[in-house]
Nanobody, 120 residues
Framework: VQLQASGGGLVQFGGSLRLSCAASGFTLDYYAIGWFRQAPGKEREGILCISNSDGNICHADSVKGRFTISRDNAKNTVYLQMNSLKPEDTAIYYC??????????????WGQGTQVTVSS
């Protein structure tokens, strides 16, 4: 099981980024998956998670209306579209899964993280 996150970078306040998480070693379509982030000095938080049927199973109020999660099962990839970025969105972003169809709790499997920095 491997998760490879990419797409991070430096962006100005109000800008957009799309993160990708390519899964290998398992079929993403069968499982719930989520995006998490950890800012310096803060605990890791779940941002958006979806079940295998794309039901919302976790979300952070701080990203409501700005971030969306989606998956492309043909590419075995999940995305995080981030719009209207703010400096407080600066963090390392991770994708993760428990290899469970409906929950992302632990999670047990993590990608390596991609840095997102939003300048004011």
């Amino acid at each position: 099981v491997q998760l490879q996150a990419s797409g991070g970078g430096l962006v100005q306040f109000g800008g957009s980024l799309r993160l990708s998480c390519a899964a290998s070693g398992f079929t993403l379509d069968y499982y719930a998956i989520g995006w998490f982030r950890q800012a310096p000095g803060k605990e890791r938080e779940g941002i958006l998670c979806i079940s295998n049927s794309d039901g919302n199973i976790c979300h952070a109020d701080s990203v409501k209306g700005r971030f969306t999660i989606s998956r492309d099962n043909a590419k075995n990839t999940v995305y995080l579209q981030m719009n209207s970025l703010k400096p407080e969105d600066t963090a390392i972003y991770y994708c993760a899964t428990d290899l469970d169809p409906v929950v992302v709790v632990g999670p047990d499997y993590w990608g390596q993280g991609t840095q997102v920095t939003v300048s004011s």
